[in-house]
């Protein structure tokens, strides 16, 4: 009879381990592309995005991941430093959505400039790797 008992907990047990480690993953992807965007690194936003990317600006500009990896690595949009607040991860099946504000110090054109805005990303898992599926910006009112 206590074997009953003892089943669901494990269950509910591994469950937790799994998805504590699936957040730990996507929380790690996460702080790759913030550091990516800062550091205009090509290789690891390619890396980061999904081939199928759907990256949304604030100002409703609309980009592919072509476009999000140039305009960076370009200095079209450069970011001096990047801080992420209040962040939230959440995960089912392979799709991890994650909300968090962003605040960022910015360089655009050679401008000295800020950005506040709140931020969705939806990550899929894929070949055993979190990509960056989509992302859309909203300004924080």
Known sequence: MRILFFIPLLVL???TQAQNKQ????????????????DADGPALTAI????????HSGGL????????????SGKSDFASIEL?????????NVALVRHELHA????????????IR????F?????????LARQAVKIV
Do not use: C
């Open 13 to 15: 047990t591994m469950t």
């Open 85 to 93: 607040k209040e962040q939230s991860i959440s995960i089912s099946g």
């Open 119 to 122: 931020v969705l990303l939806v």
């Open 62 to 73: 609309i980009e592919g991941k072509q476009e999000f990896v140039e305009n960076i690595v």
């Open 49 to 56: 995005a999904s081939e199928k990317l759907s990256y949304g």
């Open 23 to 38: 957040e730990t993953e996507v929380t790690n992807t996460v702080e790759r592309l913030r550091k990516a965007m800062v």
């Open 105 to 116: 110090r910015t360089i655009d054109k050679g401008k000295p400039g800020e950005a506040h």
């Open 124 to 132: 899929q898992k894929q070949g055993g790797k979190w990509l960056m």
